[in-house]
């Protein structure tokens, strides 16, 4: 069994930064594209951003330029540096890990971490 275990989110101030973490565990897995996710009130789930293995990168087009995703692979986490926060960046951010688990490519979510931003 895989899990992802985030960290990071709070409430903070427009105009300022944010950092989220999210580490996988488990036994006998290897992982692939990792990425992060949100869901605001009302709305449906969207792609903040992610990363390949190799360090490619997608972002949303909301949040180029203010958003960084990394990785470290040794320790199978995945980071989000949120800079410039809007209040509109408001949402839950669930951590997502494509892994391979036995002979099976499965989609790992995490818990979810609550992000506010006030204007």
């Known amino acids: 069994q895989v899990q992802l275990v985030e960290s990071g989110g709070g409430l903070v101030q427009a105009g300022r930064s944010l950092s989220l973490s999210c580490a996988a565990s488990g036994n006998s897995f290897s992982i692939f594209t990792m990425g992060w996710y949100r869901q605001a009130p009302g709305k449906q789930r969207e792609l903040v951003a992610t990363i390949a293995y190799s360090g490619r990168t997608n972002y949303a087009d909301s949040v180029k330029g203010r958003f960084t995703i990394s990785r470290d692979n040794a320790k199978n986490t995945v980071y989000l540096q949120m800079n410039t926060l809007k209040p509109e960046d408001t949402a839950v951010y669930y951590c997502?890990?494509?892994?391979?688990?036995?002979?099976?490519?499965?989609?790992?979510w995490g818990q979810g971490t609550q992000v506010t931003v006030s204007s």
């Open positions: 997502n890990a494509d892994a391979l688990i036995g002979t099976k490519v499965r989609g790992i």
